[in-house]
């Protein structure tokens, strides 16, 4: 079984159209939660389909992602992040947000 992962997607992207490029790819696959930082569910494939198309896009010598494997979505809830100040948009409570 190809379980679903939770994970965090952070990029330093050094060319503001490559950044554009970076950004649009990672919209489509998570929720922005800061301006370069996002949080993705994906499985095996979509992971690998993912790295695939952002390692086509960026500068290998000037530019950096990053993958954090927050864990399986299964249990998850044991495991969660907690924010502090300004909740993320994919959340509508005041104070602290758990996602």
């Keep these: 079984m ?3 992962h939770a994970y965090l997607l952070a990029y ?3 060319d503001s159209g490559r950044w554009r490029r970076v ?3 990672a919209q489509g696959h998570g ?3 800061q ?3 996002f949080r993705c569910e994906l499985d095996r494939m979509e992971l690998e389909r993912l790295r695939n198309r952002l390692t086509e896009e960026i500068h290998h ?3 950096r ?3 954090f494997d927050l864990g399986p979505l299964d249990g998850l809830e044991s495991r969660r992040t907690i ?3 300004k909740p993320p948009s994919a959340t509508s409570s005041s104070g602290p947000a758990i996602l």
């Design 31 to 33: 929720t922005r939660l």
């Design 61 to 63: 010598g000037e530019d």
């Design 2 to 4: 190809n379980a679903r």
């Design 12 to 14: 330093d992207i050094c």
């Design 65 to 67: 992602v990053m993958f």
């Design 35 to 37: 301006y370069s930082v």
């Design 23 to 25: 950004h649009d790819i």
């Design 83 to 85: 924010f502090l100040g």
